[in-house]
């Protein structure tokens, strides 16, 4: 079953002389339970991509279904519910609202559908990310990884339908992306959670399940990994 | 253009409209500052006009001086104008205070503006040999001076012409002096006239041939100064400054100075809320650009240019808002004035007019203030700029000082407003350094305007107080007269003039009558133990009638018998007025002791009717009985001591024929024998309600103008602090939040400002309001009442401007493209 289905998605910035083709007339579908890696050269359209598909941005042209639904058809209320129940986003920089604690950064997209959450679950996410003694402390006062790593928790807090991450991995030393990864592969593992990460490791890209490459706004190679 | 000045520029343009905002403010702190040093010239202005039309144009005056003095005097240079009064000669009086009535000459030309004569009676002189008394002469004389009358006088040269010697020694002037006497000046003159005097009209030839002068001058320039050195060879005792000079700025101890000194407690005033607003203006625009700023110095810019960059800013601004401040002041003031004078002429019965003064001190006094206002405002915003490091730019500063103490959240505003609440709740904890100032700056201007509008509340009262005591429009008193036939006759011609609606008397005869006994519990606690002020009381004879009617009786029943109105008003302690029965066992009879000249007498009444209503028309105004009689035996008791009569005419007139009532009843009261007079209650209410609608408009123009500095000041660091947030609300609509998330959480945070203003403004509004009522009542007699109105309407006002703010300020954030929202670097 596909979870993710992209047809004929086109993103341009500008007009005539100044005309970017972002993301040229892309498809393609992913499968539940799938781990997909979008790599590509600075500038081919994976971030637009994946903003696209986490219903952040509109599209010049095509549709984004998620679980059947044409996510681009819902109205902005509509979208903004979807995007806290369905689409877990993680951005290349700036994810954590300064104001709220670890626990409620992490929180947040049950606090804002009034969800009481299962406080088990949560506990041995918040183990697994390895933030039990952080939950009171404010992302000013967190590294890098530890930022980073609360949105992944925040991404899969809601077991959305898909996880999107843009380059989790940005700014850390090897070994704490190891780490990220890790996280991201457990749960795609244990919860057959479907997860799409764009990355410029190619260590990181060969740990997925499926690569695709992009060049100048297309998706120009897609390819299963045999391990 | 160096490289700093242009950098200040590009920052200014690129901060659109905190700029916009910022400038804005400056204009209005300088109009507001320009507005009130014309007021302040222009009351002072008015007041000069109104003392000179009344008092003369001079400013020192000599009481004596020779005529060769007067040729020899070192300051002519100094003089605008002269003026000579010849002493013409003078005769004793029987009298230690004014030895002499003085003959003084004056020109019909000084009789203008000079030593302004207003003739009461008849009229000024206009020829030779006519002459015009002041109003004392005659009761100095055994024989008085008539009106009309040619009089020949003995008079003397006196050894000395100081009024208050007696070993005087007089040296006849042969032939004495011959004069028609062709009016009597009315007004009391402060000078030369503070004596009986005679004014004669003199030609200029004769004023040349004078040999001794009361002298007046008036100076080009009026200062302390200035009179310093004009009077400096005189004798203290002979000169004096009149009450002109004292309307003048450079002269200490008078109006001017009053008045100044108030202008300068509103204009610091103003200044701290400018200070406030161009100093928020300036850390906003300072904060929006600290990368920039910390790229700066890493690139090298020294403090000391940095420094100079957030000066430059705020000199910038001030020269932008400098033209338009002072003109928009003079504009704003030119409508007032226009509004403001028939107010004023009428209040103060008076030709003058509030016209717009300046001159180029003023004018640099409000330059000065204002770039010190903004001078003051740049300081903490351009430290703060050359503290900057590199590093702090990179990092925000403010959120790197977040703790989660700081923004703990008491658990039950999630429980009651969900995580909207929370996130609003958190926000203003996390703001609070910011918000400070204008939090300050708008519980400054909101308590300003509950402090003046509680002020206008409690005048109004007290001006409603003042009248309530009657709904009448005149009351004419007598005086010292039996309630007899002539009084009766004139009441009723009074009545009968044109325009008097409807009128009666009330006669009073005052008196007490001991304590009996059998007074209600609260009377015994307020009056005097012994006895029982008890007056006895008549009216005219159809509302007698009226009164018969309605207690069913009639004249026969009454006669030698009383009504007693058995209740009373009084004050209470807390100064309301209360309404009380007087005897809870009334009396049968009461026996009333008067006052006399010649001893104090009795009488006893009978008494036939108790009401225990107040009359409509009458009622005592404090604990006492009132014994209502007909008017036969009223007249025949008080034929034993009138000098305890009193006896009131009220009248109620038709608004369009007032004055013409006024004016004949004054006609009326002119052929009378006995003391009387007339109280124009609506002329009174008139010009107090023109002084309270003046006071209105005054305070209400600067505490508006002040709230809308502050206004300014709230959209500035709401706008910024919402700008600032974009990225922030982004992410939360990223994560999903809906609008109307968005919106409960922006409406919260509204709230809660507004009741965190709220909290601190309405009790220190209320506790000025009530030190205002405790130092107004020293004055009037007022209840305390919170002018709740204002009260409600300021609430709103408040909430509903930061909801709108807010509101505005947040609308790109919910509505624009969440991902170029995100992208937004914060700078
Ligand atoms: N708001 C915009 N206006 C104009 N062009 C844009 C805008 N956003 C992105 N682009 C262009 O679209 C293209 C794709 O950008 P995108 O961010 O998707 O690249 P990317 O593959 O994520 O690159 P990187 O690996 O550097 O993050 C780029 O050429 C970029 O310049
Ligand atoms: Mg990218």
Not at chain 2, 119 to 140: H, K, M, T
Not at chain 2, 199 to 214: C, K, N, R, Y
Not at chain 2, 493 to 514: K, M, P, Q
Not at chain 2, 715 to 722: E, G, H, P
Request: aromatic share 10%; proline share 4%; net charge negative.
């Amino acid at each position: 079953m596909n979870i993710l289905e992209v047809k004929n998605l086109s993103k341009h910035y500008g007009q005539g002389e100044t005309l970017v083709k972002a993301l040229d007339d892309v498809s393609f579908s992913i499968e539940k339970g799938d781990f997909v890696a979008i790599i590509g050269p600075s500038g081919s359209g994976k971030s637009t991509l994946m903003h696209l598909i986490g219903g952040v941005d509109q599209p010049t042209s095509g549709k984004v279904f998620i679980d059947g639904q044409d996510i681009y058809q819902l109205s902005e209320d509509n979208l903004a519910i979807f995007r806290r129940r369905q689409v877990g986003l993680i951005y290349q920089f700036y994810n954590l609202i300064p104001i709220l604690n670890v626990e409620e950064n992490l929180k947040l997209p049950l606090l804002l559908d009034r969800q009481k959450i299962d406080q088990g679950q949560f506990q041995s996410l918040v183990e697994q990310l390895g933030l039990t003694d952080r939950l009171n402390h404010l992302p000013n006062q967190l590294s890098g990884g530890q930022q980073q790593r609360v949105s992944i928790g925040r991404a899969l807090i809601y077991s959305p339908a898909i996880v999107l991450a843009d380059e989790p991995t940005g700014n850390l030393d090897s070994e704490a992306s190891q780490e990220i990864i890790r996280l991201l592969e457990d749960s795609n593992q244990k919860y057959n959670q479907t997860i799409v990460i764009i990355t410029h490791d190619e260590r990181i890209a060969m740990r997925a399940k499926r690569v695709l490459t992009m060049k100048d706004g297309q998706v120009v190679r897609d390819e299963r990994v045999r391990r | 253009m160096n490289i700093i000045r242009q950098l200040s520029i590009k920052s200014m343009s690129r901060n659109k409209t905190t700029t916009f905002v910022t400038i804005i403010g400056i204009i209005m702190s300088l109009a507001l500052m320009t507005g009130l040093f014309l007021f302040a010239n222009g009351l002072i202005d008015f007041f000069r006009q109104d003392v000179a039309v009344r008092d003369g144009d001079l400013h020192i005056h000599h009481q004596l001086m020779s005529a060769a003095e007067l040729e020899t005097l070192s300051h002519r240079d100094m003089l605008e104008k002269e003026v000579r009064l010849p002493y013409l000669g003078a005769y004793p009086n029987d009298s230690e205070h004014f030895v002499y009535t003085v003959l003084l000459g004056i020109q019909p030309s000084d009789m203008e503006q000079s030593v302004p004569l207003r003739a009461s009676r008849g009229r000024l002189p206009e020829a030779e040999g006519e002459a015009v008394i002041s109003q004392s002469v005659n009761s100095f004389r055994d024989e008085p001076i008539e009106i009309g009358q040619t009089i020949t006088l003995d008079i003397y040269q006196p050894s000395n012409y100081y009024i208050h010697e007696t070993d005087n020694q007089y040296e006849p002037i042969p032939g004495g002096i011959t004069l028609t006497i062709v009016g009597e000046a009315g007004n009391r003159l402060p000078y030369p006239m503070n004596g009986p005097t005679i004014f004669v009209h003199q030609t200029p030839e004769q004023v040349a041939e004078g040999e001794l002068f009361w002298a007046g001058f008036r100076l080009k320039d009026v200062s302390d100064a200035s009179i310093e050195t004009f009077t400096e060879d005189w004798e203290m005792a002979n000169w004096g400054t009149t009450s002109l000079a004292t309307y003048y700025q450079g002269v200490s101890s008078g109006l001017s100075f009053f008045v100044k000194s108030f202008a300068m407690v509103l204009v610091v005033i103003v200044a701290i809320a400018g200070i406030g607003l161009i100093q928020n203006g300036f850390l906003i625009s300072l904060s929006q650009r600290m990368q920039e700023l910390s790229i700066l110095s890493s690139v090298g810019m020294t403090r000391r240019q940095k420094w100079r960059m957030a000066v430059t800013e705020g000199g910038l601004m001030y020269l932008i808002g400098l033209p338009f401040g002072i003109l928009s002041g003079f504009l704003a003031m030119w409508i007032v004035f226009q509004v403001l004078t028939p107010m004023m002429q009428r209040l103060f019965d008076t030709p003058a007019f509030m016209r717009l003064v300046w001159d180029w001190p003023t004018l640099l006094q409000i330059g000065v203030a204002g770039l010190v206002t903004v001078l003051i405002a740049t300081i903490v915003p351009a430290l703060r700029t050359s503290h900057t490091t590199p590093l702090a730019g990179v990092k925000q500063q403010e959120e790197i000082t977040l703790t989660p103490k700081k923004l703990k959240s008491p658990g039950f505003i999630r429980k009651l407003f969900g995580m909207e609440g929370d996130l609003a709740w958190k926000n203003l904890q996390r703001n609070k350094r910011k918000y400070r100032g204008t939090l300050v700056s708008l519980i400054f201007s909101l308590v300003l305007y509950l402090s003046l509008a509680s002020l206008m509340h409690y005048s109004d009262i007290a001006n409603q107080v003042a009248m309530s005591q009657g709904r009448d429009d005149v009351i004419v008193y007598f005086y010292n007269t039996p309630f007899d036939q002539s009084v009766r006759d004139k009441a009723r011609d009074i009545f009968a003039v044109d325009g008097v609606r409807e009128g009666y008397a009330i006669n009073t005869l005052y008196g007490t009558a001991d304590n009996q006994g059998g007074l209600t519990a609260k009377t015994q606690e307020l009056i005097n133990p012994t006895e029982v002020p008890t007056d006895i009381v008549t009216f005219d004879e159809a509302t007698l009638n009226q009164l018969l009617e309605q207690w069913g009786m009639t004249r026969a029943e009454m006669s030698g018998k009383a009504v007693l109105v058995n209740h009373y008003r009084y004050q209470a302690e807390d100064r309301s007025y209360q309404q009380e029965k007087l005897y809870q066992q009334p009396p049968t009879e009461l026996t009333i002791t008067f006052w006399g000249q010649n001893g104090d007498w009795e009488q006893t009444v009978p008494i036939g009717h108790v009401v225990d209503q107040p009359l409509e028309i009458y009622d005592a105004w404090y604990p006492g009985a009132s014994l209502i009689m007909i008017p036969e035996d009223f007249e025949q008791i008080s034929a034993n001591g009138p000098e305890n009569v009193i006896i009131e005419i009220r009248l109620m007139t038709e608004p369009a024929r007032h004055v013409q009532a006024v004016e004949e009843v004054s006609e009326l009261l002119s052929q009378i024998t006995f003391s009387a007079a007339i109280n124009d209650q609506r002329a009174n209410q008139r010009s107090m309600s023109d002084l309270i609608l003046i006071a209105k408009i005054l305070f209400f123009g600067f505490a508006t103008v002040i709230a809308l500095i502050s206004l300014a000041n709230i959209y500035n660091s709401l706008m910024s602090s919402l700008q600032f947030r974009r990225q922030e609300f982004a992410m939360l609509r990223s994560v999903g939040m809906e609008e109307k998330s968005f919106r409960r959480m922006i409406r919260f945070e509204s709230y809660f400002y507004a009741l965190k203003l709220l909290i601190w403004s309405i009790p220190i509004g209320l506790g000025t309001s009530y030190l205002m009522h405790w130092y107004l009542t020293r004055v009037v007699d007022m209840a305390f009442g919170i002018p709740i109105r204002h009260f409600v309407i300021a609430t709103v006002i408040v909430i509903s401007i930061l909801l709108l703010i807010m509101n505005l300020g947040s609308r790109q954030a919910r509505k624009g493209n969440i991902l170029d929202e995100l992208k937004l670097h914060v700078s």
